[in-house]
T-cell receptor, first 114, second 116 residues
Framework: GAGVSQSPSNKVTEKGKDVELRCDPI?????LYWYRQSLGQGLEFLIY????????KSGLPSDRFSAERTGGSVSTLTIQRTQQEDSAVYLC????????????FGSGTRLTVV | DAKTTQPNSMESNEEEPVHLPCNHS???????IHWYRQLPSQGPEYVIH???SNVNNRMASLAIAEDRKSSTLILHRATLRDAAVYYC?????????????????FGQGTILTVHP
């Protein structure tokens, strides 16, 4: 597609349940990032995938968070045993490294844990 | 990561130029200066980036100080659609070629209000 697509756009889940958030980057983009943005706050880096290299997981807040990127394309961010503090907008961004252009962000998934 | 400092908020009138400042006194030689903006309820949008020379594109201009310790994003004629949070971010280049960028570390940004 023309842009970065994220699904679902909104997700309400009960505390303690697992959730999966999906990101479809721009075709051919070599790097993919996950960020989250709590209400009224700036963006917090979570994880970064670049080609076949080991992902940079330094931003994941706890071991309840994990992410994978299959076939160098689609990525799934999984949050296990969700807590209320996980409520935020989760944003995905992709970039074609070496293009000289910036990152393209999706519109995000708004996660609400009740 | 090198830190940037931006004013919390700025205001402008429609059709007037806007100069959004950013200080980055600890910038390193391999840091690119990126600007993104975030409109309400949307993901961030790339605006412009540069290394040493001033840059122009269809959205804005980026003026970089000679010592690179500060930069200014210039919107030549503000419109109501330019009302957003503007983020100034330093990103190290990664890999060979100098055109691949590491992760972006977002600060709080500048909230730009445009008055009709």
């Amino acid at each position: 597609g023309a842009g970065v697509s994220q699904s679902p756009s909104n997700k309400v889940t009960e505390k303690g349940k697992d959730v999966e958030l999906r990101c479809d980057p721009i075709s051919g983009h070599t790097a993919l990032y996950w960020y989250r943005q709590s209400l009224g706050q700036g963006l917090e880096f979570l994880i970064y995938f670049q080609g076949n290299s080991a992902p940079d997981k330094s931003g994941l807040p706890s071991d309840r968070f994990s992410a994978e990127r299959t076939g160098g394309s689609v990525s799934t961010l999984t949050i296990q045993r969700t807590q209320q503090e996980d409520s935020a907008v989760y944003l995905c961004a992709s970039i074609l490294q070496g293009s000289g252009y910036g990152y393209t962000f999706g519109s995000g998934t708004r996660l609400t844990v009740v | 990561d090198a830190k940037t400092t931006q004013p919390n908020s700025m205001e402008s009138n429609e059709e007037e130029p806007v100069h959004l400042p950013c200080n980055h006194s600890t910038i390193s030689g391999t840091d690119y200066i990126h600007w993104y903006r975030q409109l309400p309820s949307q993901g961030p949008e790339y605006v412009i980036h540069g290394l040493t020379s001033n840059v122009n594109n269809r959205m804005a201009s980026l003026a970089i100080a000679e010592d690179r310790k500060s930069s200014t994003l210039i919107l030549h004629r503000a419109t109501l659609r330019d009302a957003a949070v503007y983020y100034c971010i330093l990103s190290q280049t990664v890999g060979a070629g100098g055109t691949s960028y590491g992760k972006l570390t977002f600060g709080q940004g500048t909230i730009l209000t445009v008055h009709p």
